[in-house]
């Protein structure tokens, strides 16, 4: 149980674009789902949570306009960052967790190289 | 805010020795500290958690203590093996009934290299 998938794995786009990063929750409702970018070898930076049916709360110094989350369902959240610039190439994770619990399962992850 | 310190950041030992990762915190109404284990190019798995109304919790060969008044915990895993060289991150997050809503804030993570 608790298996978290993501969508797509690796993406390549060109400089100006905006990309479109899914995460669902496949065996439970995910009440919260998280999105975190990490660099290479570094930790987990959370950039905002989102609540199913709410706005998402982004953290200091993540600009909400350039990456919009959306948390329609209980199952489906989806990061999408416009206007990328190759500042953006990461790797981008969403996690995911049922509500009143403290335990979140990440999805696989997502690598964004932006050229 | 809550802040995680985590140490040591490399930590290489033999095959069959423990090792012992620590970790501390800062805001004393955190009660939930997970531990998740993440391999090179993979998600983060969660290996184990602990919650502030106990002080030691064992899996198998890995275990979690918790000193809630020096507000540090720690990951020890015995007999290690080479399969579990990976970078593992601990956290720390409150729930409702603490004024928070389990956002974890995470440590800067330990690299674990097992020697064969």
């Known amino acids: 149980g608790a298996v978290v998938s993501q969508h797509p794995s690796w993406v390549i786009c060109k400089s100006g674009t905006s990309v479109k990063i899914e995460c669902r929750s496949l065996?439970?409702?995910?009440?919260?789902m998280f999105w975190y970018r990490q660099f290479p070898k570094q930790s987990l930076m959370l950039m905002a949570t989102s609540n199913e049916g709410s706005k998402a709360t982004y953290e200091q110094g993540v600009e909400k306009d350039k990456f919009l989350i959306n948390h329609a369902s209980l199952t489906l959240s989806t990061l999408t960052v416009t206007s990328a610039h190759p500042e953006d190439s990461s790797f981008y994770i969403c996690?995911?967790?049922?509500?009143?619990?403290?335990?979140?399962?990440f999805g696989p992850g997502t690598r964004l190289t932006v050229t | 805010g809550e802040n995680v310190e985590q140490h040591p950041s490399t930590l290489s030992v033999q095959e069959g020795d423990s090792a012992v990762i620590k970790c501390t915190y800062s805001d004393s109404a955190s009660n939930y500290f997970p531990w998740y284990k993440q391999e090179l190019g993979k998600r983060p798995q969660l290996i184990i958690d602990?919650?502030?109304?106990?002080g030691e919790k064992k899996d198998q060969r890995i275990a979690v203590t918790l000193n809630k008044t020096a507000k540090h915990f720690s990951l020890h895993i015995t007999e290690t093996q080479p399969e579990d060289s990976a970078v593992y991150f601990c956290a720390a997050s409150k729930d409702h009934a603490s004024g928070g809503s389990y956002i974890p804030t995470f440590g800067r993570g330990t690299s674990l290299i097992v020697h064969p």
């Open positions: 065996d439970f409702q995910a009440t919260t």
């Open positions: 996690s995911a967790r049922g509500l009143g619990r403290g335990e979140q399962y």
């Open positions: 602990i919650r502030s109304n106990v």
